[in-house]
């Protein structure tokens, strides 16, 4: 199966109108964007309709998503090294890393979804699949997670994520092609063959099928989201106290011991995406005084020693405003669930969503007033 067959030619002839605001933001006339952003951003908009009211700074965004694969590739292209040679066939070698598995993992779930799109002829699928796949999967975290490994001494390991790398890339760029043909043409080339019978080039290359691609983890996928969470959180702290340059100590609290194996698995990762000095993960003991408190999940309290760094009132103060918003919103779940006709009208799915919500939300209530009275005693 070579690239699906792509109905372009409708989607440029299409009408599109620009609004007259941007006449007046745009005097000049649009900046360039290119063609494949063009493209690309014409597909995203076929949902619309046959009208489609166009906004250049969408187009915008995605000449630098080009620029950002530009550099993506430049990067891999540089860690993989000039003698490197590609398996013959992309598949599991069993030696895979927990970040390698996540992101082959991801790239099954981004044919799945553009296979999909192309069967039902749903374009902003398939755009927002791939879009999400490069930029928010491998460019933002695998090849981050990729770094330390690159600056190690392991070869065995080397050697494997160079082999996921290249999947990654090979793959990434064939699911962009039908849509964005000049830039993928241009940075398949730059790429090593699997073998010296491959194709010349990207466009009569094999489309990627799902069969093809089969290491979807659901498992891997959760426990990934979980710690991107726990990182998000992290990241949010350093905002907060400007801590762009200095690393600090970082203390996971977690509810149980299978949140505590979890963390402990990814926290090399942790690690390197929060920009943390170290990671240390706790179930029973307390984190030491000075520490900065933000609640990542009802499993997972992060704590930043940040002693000496901070101002505990401003603490105190920003965590008796988010105890009232859980005080509001535990009465207005008690308020709703206490009702007469409760049981008997509301759905049993949402009435057990709402207890999940509830068990959720007085668990963070608790770590709050923990967190207050931590900050007390460093007054």
């Not at 926290?267 to 520490?291: D, F, H, K, M, R």
Request: with cysteine; glycine share 4%; hydrophobic share 40%.
């Amino acid at each position: 199966m070579h690239s699906p067959p792509v109905l372009f030619n409708c989607c440029f002839f299409l009408f599109f109108f620009i609004p007259f605001s941007q006449k007046s933001d745009y005097p000049n006339g649009i900046p360039e964007c290119g063609t494949d952003a063009l493209r690309f951003a014409l597909c995203a908009y076929t949902s619309q309709g046959r009208d489609i009211n166009l906004d250049v700074n969408r187009i915008l965004g995605y000449r630098h998503f080009c620029n950002k694969l530009w550099n993506a590739t430049k990067f891999a292209i540089r860690v993989l090294g000039e003698d490197f040679k590609p398996v013959a066939k992309a598949q599991l070698c069993g030696s895979e890393s927990l970040a390698d598995r996540w992101i082959l993992s991801r790239l099954s779930l981004a044919v799945q979804l553009c296979d999909s799109g192309f069967r039902s002829y749903d374009f902003p699928a398939i755009t927002t699949a791939i879009y999400s796949f490069w930029l928010y999967e491998l460019c933002d975290v695998y090849l981050e997670c990729l770094k330390p490994v690159f600056a190690g001494s392991d070869v065995a390991a080397m050697s494997v994520s160079r082999n996921t790398l290249y999947t990654c890339l090979d793959a990434g760029l064939r699911l962009l092609s039908p849509l964005m043909p000049f830039v993928s043409e241009e940075l398949f080339q730059r790429l090593p063959r699997r073998s010296a019978q491959a194709p010349p080039s990207i466009c009569v290359t094999p489309y990627p099928e799902a069969s093809e691609f089969c290491w979807r983890s659901e498992e891997t996928d959760r426990n990934m989201e979980f710690i991107m969470t726990i990182i998000r959180t992290i990241r949010s702290l350093r905002a907060d106290y400007n801590l762009t340059k200095t690393k600090a100590d970082c203390y996971l609290q977690c509810l149980d011991a299978e949140t505590v194996a979890v963390v402990k698995q990814y926290s090399p990762y942790i690690q390197t995406l929060s920009s943390s000095q170290t990671v240390n993960t706790l179930q029973s003991g307390e984190p030491p005084a000075g520490c900065a408190v933000a609640i990542a999940s009802d499993k997972c309290t992060v704590h930043l020693l940040l002693k000496g760094l901070i101002d505990a009132e401003k603490e105190i103060s920003k965590l008796s405003v988010k105890r009232g918003e859980l005080q509001k919103q535990l009465e207005k779940l008690a308020e709703r669930m206490g009702k007469a006709d409760y049981r008997d009208k509301v759905p049993q799915k949402v009435q057990e969503g709402d207890a999940e919500k509830m068990k959720q939300s007085e668990t963070e209530l608790q770590k709050v007033e923990e967190a207050v009275e931590n900050f007390k005693r460093m007054l």
